[in-house]
């Protein structure tokens, strides 16, 4: 893949969301070791409010021309895409789990180490614990998202109350393909609010 035309701070925040792996590309002889440790000692990615300075100030720091700090810039990026060393490999050994849950205008998120089961969307999960914050026993999992932190692999249930509706989620899904609601409603949806939106009415309604 050519990496000429790719943005400089998007490849900056690429490399160093991959510490755990680049590193292994640090003091091996490369002519990009010096630009390859000062992404390492600025931790762009993994400090909150360290935005990516200009270029100016790089260039300054790094004691490059702006065309040969690229270069090496898209030395390191290639070799992290083609992964032709063993050492560039994903090798993501921890797992975390993390229950997101919502009931009314409450919400709360708790972390699992290890669970002997995984529960999978649709299925039902009770809860014996929160009861006083959430004031809600029951849930099912209406999504599940995978997100690679370093060499952890962080796993997150969203859980909403009560009992999954296959119907419910299939008209959500259908609603949220027909633009009749955005995608910020499909994420967050309020059920009662969308139900009156796609006038879904109960029977002893109508």
């Known amino acids: 893949m050519k990496t000429e035309t790719l943005s400089t701070k998007d490849i900056i925040r690429d490399i160093a969301s991959m510490k755990h792996i680049a590193i292994n590309l640090l003091d091996i002889g490369r002519e990009y070791n010096k630009v390859l440790k000062y992404i390492f000692d600025n931790d762009f990615f993994n400090r909150e409010g360290n935005p990516i300075p200009p270029k100016n100030e790089i260039l300054e720091a790094v004691g490059l021309k702006s065309s040969e700090f690229k270069r090496q810039l898209d030395l ?8 032709e060393d063993p050492s560039l490999y994903f090798n993501f050994q921890d797992v975390e789990f993390r229950f997101a849950l919502r009931y009314l205008d409450r919400s709360h998120e708790f972390t699992v180490k290890t669970l002997p089961v995984v529960p999978r969307v649709g299925e039902q999960i009770r809860l014996t614990f ?77």
Do not use: M
Not at 76 to 83: D, K, P, S, T, W
């Open 76 to 83: 390191i990026y290639q070799e992290l895409l083609a992964q």
């Open 130 to 206: 929160f009861r006083a914050h959430i004031e809600c026993p029951l849930f099912f999992v209406r999504s599940i998202d995978h997100h690679f932190v370093g060499n952890r692999q962080i796993v997150t249930f969203e859980l909403k109350p009560w009992r999954y509706n296959r119907f419910w989620e299939w008209t959500l899904d259908e609603a949220v393909v027909r633009k009749y609601i955005s995608d910020s409603e499909y994420r967050h949806p309020d059920d009662d609010h969308l139900k009156r939106k796609l006038h879904i009415r109960p029977r002893w309604a109508e």
